[in-house]
């Protein structure tokens, strides 16, 4: 290989290399999001459950091996901020996956572009 070819190839390695980083960056929040979103829908259904409940039932919140009773209204409103944090991440990492996504396609066009190039200069030796 001359010194054009081997600088086509090292610069495709690299692009290789980072975009399989990002590839596990990506299944790294994919796996995130995918905690989110139950979280988020156990929340949903507790918040379900808790507005079922009229003023005279009882809530306990479970604290280690003790349970301690809490206001409905406390309960539902922690629960309301929970859901809204949960929607919050869940937002954040979908912005994050599509970033990663379209950093993905450069990196894939950019390899296909060195391919190209380090197999035209091969094609002409």
Known sequence: ???NSTALYKK??????SYQNLQKSCVKVVKQRALLESQLNENKCVLE???LLGPENK???L?????????LE???QNVAKRIEYISKELKSSTDTLE???KDMLKHREAVSKYQQQWQVAAAMK
Do not use: H, I, T, Y
């Not at 495709?12 to 290399?17: G, I, K, S, Y």
């Open 1 to 3: 290989m001359d010194k």
């Open 12 to 17: 495709m390695q690299a692009e290789v290399e």
């Open 49 to 51: 459950e808790l507005n």
């Open 59 to 61: 809530v306990f919140k």
């Open 63 to 71: 604290f280690g091996p003790v349970l301690v009773k809490q206001d």
């Open 74 to 76: 406390d309960s539902r």
């Open 99 to 101: 970033n990663m996504e």
